[in-house]
């Protein structure tokens, strides 16, 4: 499980990868990563084409960033999530708070 992030400085969007498992064992590295959330970022891109499972404590660090960068249904996006994962952001009614790209499958 890895965390990785760009900051497209032209966009000015930080893009953020996690690969594996998405759970509280990378709490550190996702916070670490999106620590820049703040510092002039107009948006956020979680990629989550690689993560093959999400618990409870990642849809909490996804809410935790979503208080970072404020309400904006639009501010943070979650692209290629698989259709396992897809459903529990779906169940969760994440579909409502944040993008979800694609927005079908």
Do not use: W
């Not at 509280?24 to 002039?40: D, E, L, M, P």
């Not at 093959?52 to 979650?78: C, F, P």
């Not at 529990?88 to 499958?105: G, H, K, M, S």
Request: glycine share 4%; hydrophobic share 40%; aromatic share 6%.
């Amino acid at each position: 499980m890895t965390v990785e992030t760009n900051l497209n400085a032209d966009t000015q969007t930080l893009e953020v990868t996690i690969s594996g498992r998405f759970d509280f064992s990378i709490h550190q590295n996702f916070r670490k990563a999106t620590q820049q959330a703040g510092t002039g970022v107009k948006a956020i891109s979680i990629d989550l084409s690689d993560t093959d499972y999400m618990d409870s404590s990642a849809l909490g660090m996804l809410l935790v960033l979503r208080d970072k960068v404020g309400e904006n249904k639009d501010a943070i996006t979650i692209k290629n999530p698989k259709p396992e994962v897809r459903k529990i952001l779906e169940i969760a009614n994440f579909d409502r708070l944040f993008t979800l790209d694609p927005a079908t499958i």
